[in-house]
T-cell receptor, first 113, second 111 residues
């Protein structure tokens, strides 16, 4: 069955530490891949996207993600987190023969001082 | 450019009632999608409209309907509200089908 999995429900990191959020997908073809961030009570903001080409993509707010076809993964990273990065992060997948985005369940990031 | 706008911000309805949610896309975007986000979960796709035509529908009952107007704004209608319809309803607009930009959402509470 097609699915998007974010294995970590909640991650706590110290301010200034690095962050990595995992995303795995199960689809027959290589999908379009996205990471969104949602602050409490807010809508979703697009951090970055992968359609094709270079497997390391840069996004806003200092985030980057790496597409690994062999692992069906699209993990999000940030070298040094700021307190303002505390939010919920969603990985999303789109297919070329479909118009919807399918989202993972999300990972909540807490940043401690 | 202004982002995606949605109205109202919050809404409280009683079971059995009807609700209409509204969305205005980013200028130049012709596609609008609707998602339902239940607390603690990722958004679930409800509809996508492009040039006033329904282009996709998620696994939601017929109580959910939508339309898109000539100016590309959109309405989501939900009839016979159930407690389980309580959620954040998100609208997204896109120039292409896949790169979707979301509005702030409408928080619907059904009592």
């Amino acid at each position: 069955a097609q699915s998007v999995t974010q294995p970590d429900i909640h991650i706590t990191v110290s301010e200034g530490a690095s962050l990595e959020l995992r995303c795995n997908y199960s689809y027959g073809a290589t999908p379009y891949l996205f990471w969104y961030v949602q602050s409490p009570g807010q809508g979703l903001q697009l951090l970055l996207k992968y359609f094709s080409g270079d497997t390391l993509v840069q996004g806003i707010k200092g985030f980057e993600a790496e597409f690994k076809r062999s692992q069906s993964s699209f993990n999000l990273r940030k070298p040094s987190v700021h307190w303002s990065d505390a939010a919920e992060y969603f990985c999303a997948v789109g297919l070329s023969n479909d118009y919807k985005l399918s989202f993972g369940a999300g990972t909540t990031v807490t940043v401690r001082a | 450019d202004a982002g995606v706008t949605q109205s109202p911000t919050h809404l409280i309805k009683t079971r059995g009632q009807h609700v209409t949610l509204r969305c205005s896309p980013i200028s130049g975007h012709k596609s609008v999608s609707w998602y339902q986000q239940v607390l603690g979960q990722g958004p679930q796709f409800i509809f996508q409209y492009y040039e006033k035509e329904e282009r996709g529908r998620g696994n939601f009952p017929d109580r959910f309907s939508a339309r898109q107007f000539p100016n590309y704004s959109s309405e989501l209608n939900v009839n016979a509200l159930l407690l389980g319809d309580s959620a954040l309803y998100l609208c997204a607009s896109s120039r292409t089908a896949y790169e979707q930009y979301f509005g702030p959402g409408t928080r619907l509470t059904v009592t």
